[in-house]
C-alpha cells in the first residue's frame, strides 16, 4: 500500500499550555472538556523512551489511546489509517511534540501508531490515558494489540520511511 499525507478521521491533535513560575511549570495533560464527548479514560500510564528508541508501530482493534507529550525530550509521532471503512484509508500524519511543543493526541481503534525520542541524550517521556483497562478487569482478557514491528510488512516498511 502506498499511503498519502492528510489528515486521519478521529485523530486529535491539540496543543497544550504550560504554565511557568519560579517554582516550575503545571502542564494540564488533559481535561474531559479537550475529548470526544463519549471517550473516558480508565487507567493512565507513564513509560519512559531512550533517546533514539521507537515505540510501535501497533494499533488497537477497541482501544483509543489518549497519549500526552509534554518533556523532557521531543517525540516524532506517526500514524496511519488502516480503517479500510474510513474515507482517510491510508492516510499518514507525522507530528512532532514534547518539551519543545506540549501536545495531547487522541488516537481511535484501527489508527496504527508509533513514536521515537528524537533527543540525542534525554529519556523521553510519554504519557497515555487509554480508554481500556490493559488486558480487561484483573489482567483476564487478551491483549488488544496488533503490532506491525513484529510483521515487517509493507505496511510497516512504508511507514518508517
Known amino acids: 500500500m502506498i499511503?498519502?499525507?492528510g489528515e486521519i478521521d478521529g485523530v486529535r491533535v491539540a496543543r497544550l499550555v504550560k504554565?511557568?513560575?519560579?517554582?516550575g511549570f503545571l502542564i494540564e495533560t488533559f481535561r474531559l472538556d479537550m475529548l470526544p464527548e463519549k471517550l473516558h479514560p480508565q487507567m493512565s500510564y507513564v513509560s519512559y523512551t531512550e533517546p533514539g528508541i521507537?515505540?510501535?508501530?501497533?494499533?488497537?482493534?477497541?482501544?483509543?489511546?489518549?497519549?500526552a507529550f509534554i518533556g523532557?525530550?521531543?517525540?516524532?509521532?506517526k500514524l496511519w489509517d488502516n480503517r479500510k471503512n474510513k474515507k482517510t484509508y491510508g492516510n499518514k500524519i507525522t507530528i512532532f511534540g514534547g518539551e519543545d511543543n506540549p501536545i495531547l493526541i487522541v488516537v481511535p481503534p484501527g489508527v496504527v501508531h508509533a513514536y521515537q525520542n528524537i533527543s540525542k541524550t534525554i529519556r523521553g517521556m510519554a504519557l497515555n490515558y487509554p480508554d481500556r483497562l490493559y488486558r480487561g478487569r484483573g489482567k483476564k482478557d487478551e491483549v488488544d494489540e496488533i503490532r506491525h514491528e513484529d510483521k515487517g510488512d509493507e505496511f510497516y516498511e512504508d511507514f518508517v520511511k
Open 54 to 67: 521507537s515505540r510501535g508501530p501497533h494499533e488497537h482493534t477497541k482501544q483509543t489511546d489518549v497519549f
Open 72 to 77: 523532557p525530550s521531543n517525540f516524532r509521532v
Open 3 to 5: 499511503f498519502k499525507r
Open 19 to 23: 504554565n511557568i513560575d519560579e517554582r
